[in-house]
């Protein structure tokens, strides 16, 4: 099984952004998965140390795992 890294992403649901960390083994797989989500190459510039920790903190996601938190708003805008 290959080895799965960190992604930061952020769910851009039209009127602002939900901030979450997914562990996956590729960007492509979020892309299959959730092509809703944006994935950020680099942190940006206003989120602070503090809040890269908070987001894998509070909103740390595995690809393999159910969905929960962002992923369910993003799954429950599909719907609309």
Do not use: F
């Not at 952020?10 to 944006?38: C, F, H, N, T």
């Amino acid at each position: 099984m290959t080895d799965k890294k960190l992604y930061l992403v952020v769910y851009d649901y039209g009127m602002g952004g939900l901030w979450g960390a997914i562990l996956a083994r590729s960007e492509d797989e979020i892309k299959e998965r959730y092509p809703e989500l944006g994935i950020a190459h680099q942190r940006p510039a206003w989120m602070t140390e503090a809040d890269y920790e908070r987001i894998c903190d509070r909103e740390l996601h595995d690809i393999d795992g159910a969905p929960w938190g962002i992923l369910n708003a993003l799954l429950a805008d599909r719907e609309k």
